[in-house]
Nanobody, 122 residues
Framework: VQLQAFGGGLVRPGDSLRLSCAAS????????VGWFRQSPGKEREFVAA?????YYADSVKGRFTISRDNAKNTVYLQMNSLKPEDTAVYYC???????????????????WGQGTLVTVSS
């Protein structure tokens, strides 16, 4: 199973960006797919996940939207109203054994993509 995240880049505060995570080798139709991020000097943190519906960290709720296209085996993270504190490497992850209580727990995910850098700066 391979996950490939892409779509990162340099944007200004207030701008939007859409990340994509394409899965190959297995479908996760009944599993969960999540996005995590890590900034320099900080621990990896949960951003959003999708299983039947979206789940979000408080810091991105109302600004980010996660969606899933099962036909393309791809998950998207639409990021609006970006802030400098959103700057990080964003990773997508997937797993078939994730339940609601572990949705935000990185160690619950079995597969990880390589990460894509998002930089929000004026």
């Amino acid at each position: 199973v391979q996950l490939q995240a892409f779509g990162g880049g340099l944007v200004r505060p207030g701008d939007s960006l859409r990340l994509s995570c394409a899965a190959s080798g297995e479908t996760f139709r009944n599993g969960a797919v999540g996005w995590f991020r890590q900034s320099p000097g900080k621990e990896r943190e949960f951003v959003a996940a999708f299983r039947w519906r979206g789940y979000y960290a408080d810091s991105v709720k109302g600004r980010f939207t996660i969606s899933r296209d099962n036909a393309k085996n791809t998950v998207y993270l639409q990021m609006n109203s970006l802030k400098p504190e959103d700057t990080a490497v964003y990773y997508c992850a997937a797993g078939n054994r994730i339940i609601m209580s572990t949705m935000a727990t990185g160690t619950a995910y079995d597969y990880w993509g390589q990460g894509t850098l998002v930089t929000v700066s004026s």
